[in-house]
């Protein structure tokens, strides 16, 4: 398999997750095998600190098509999903969740759906939530509301990382300046034909999520300063808003200061104070998150390193320490 182009490569993006991998590996090599395609099974190691890497390497060793990638270090789920795509060798890319949350039954029904149908995309879109905690599906569902309004309508609501791209959509990707990449608004954004695979999705089969608070925040505030301007507009209409506010403010101390009642102003002076202030502050952490991207960006850092590929593996490097 080492020189043939698979059909199919399924990139999975892995942090930690050695709880999850023998559940991963008994559910996925049949499935696989039986698809009747050839594929690659792409896992990307991201900097993982636990036993991951080491259990796929053994794995590896009779499953000729499990093709294992390590980061130097922890880069985060989108820059492994980078990884992935630039490395990916098939006519099809499949990414997906190593925890079972997305059934890899529907690889099948993706790879049916694009040879019916002329499309470069198919989503995999969640017809049901409740497997999620409250709080996610509440933080999800505005999530989601704000990056439709952003991108524009075509983003598919309920869309994660579980989607089948064609190769023409991996070289278009490939071809994007690589920082701050959010994968689920830059694919709907490049505008390729596109179809939906509806799906339950299920709980995590092993482990806890790799996904923390500030984690979901940098996610979140990629996805907008990636593709909108408007808060930066915003900073304007409520530094204009402040400035009318401060006018009547003015007006009204002048009026109580000329007919003589005037009171120690103590409350409406911490108020506007905090009130202001608060606005500032806002405003400067807005302008600081665009500074911060155009910064890195013009550092052209790369996201992520490759620190090892079991494709280029000829037997002169340790796997696991990259030594
Ligand atoms: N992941 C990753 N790097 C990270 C965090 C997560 O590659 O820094 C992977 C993780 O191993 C999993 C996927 O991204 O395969 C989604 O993570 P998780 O299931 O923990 O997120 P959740 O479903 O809780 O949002
Ligand atoms: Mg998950």
């Known amino acids: 398999m080492r020189?043939?182009?698979?059909?199919?490569?399924?990139?999975?993006?892995?942090?930690?997750?050695?709880?999850?991998?023998?559940?991963?590996?008994?559910?996925?090599?049949?499935?696989?095998d039986g698809l009747g395609s050839t594929y690659e099974l792409l896992v990307v190691d991201d900097g993982s600190?636990?036993?991951?890497?080491?259990l796929l390497l053994d794995a590896a060793k009779d499953w000729p098509q499990l093709r294992v990638v390590r980061l130097l270090r922890n880069s985060g789920h989108q820059a492994a999903q980078s990884a992935g795509f630039r490395r990916a060798r098939g006519r099809y890319v499949v990414t997906i969740d190593a925890?079972?949350?997305?059934?890899?039954?529907?690889i099948a029904e993706?790879?049916?759906?694009?040879?019916?149908?002329?499309?470069?995309?198919?989503?995999g879109v969640r017809s049901d939530r409740s497997s999620d905690s409250w709080p996610k599906r509440t933080t999800a569902r505005l999530y989601y509301r704000l990056m439709c309004r952003l991108v524009g309508k075509q983003i598919p609501f309920d869309a994660a990382d579980f989607r089948?791209?064609?190769?023409?959509?991996v070289d278009a990707v490939n071809a994007l300046p690589d920082d701050g990449r959010v994968f689920r608004?830059?694919?709907?954004?490049?505008?390729?034909?596109?179809t939906e695979v509806r799906y339950v999705r299920a709980e995590r089969a092993a482990g806890t999520t790799k996904y923390n608070l500030s984690k979901m925040v940098r996610l979140a505030f990629d996805s907008v300063t990636a593709f909108s301007a408007a808060p930066l507009r915003l900073a304007t209409w409520l530094g204009l808003l402040g400035g009318a506010m401060s006018g009547l403010f003015v007006v009204g101390a002048l009026v109580i200061k000329l007919t003589g009642r005037s009171i120690p102003?103590?409350?409406?002076?911490?108020?506007?104070?905090?009130v202001i202030g608060a606005i500032q502050l806002f405003c400067l952490g807005l302008l600081g998150e665009y500074v911060a991207r155009l910064f890195q960006s013009s550092q052209r850092r790369p996201q992520f390193l490759v620190g090892y590929d079991s494709l280029e593996d000829h037997?002169?490097?340790?796997?696991?320490?990259n030594r």
């Open 3 to 32: 020189d043939t182009q698979p059909e199919l490569s399924v990139v999975v993006p892995m942090y930690d997750e050695e709880e999850v991998l023998p559940i991963f590996f008994e559910r996925m090599h049949p499935l696989l």
């Open 49 to 54: 600190r636990d036993r991951t890497a080491a």
């Open 99 to 106: 925890d079972l949350q997305d059934p890899p039954e529907v």
């Open 110 to 123: 993706f790879l049916a759906t694009v040879r019916e149908q002329d499309v470069d995309v198919v989503y």
């Open 164 to 169: 089948l791209v064609t190769r023409r959509v």
């Open 185 to 194: 608004l830059v694919i709907p954004w490049l505008g390729f034909p596109s």
């Open 265 to 274: 102003g103590w409350t409406s002076t911490v108020l506007a104070v905090s």
């Open 315 to 321: 037997g002169h490097q340790d796997p696991v320490t």
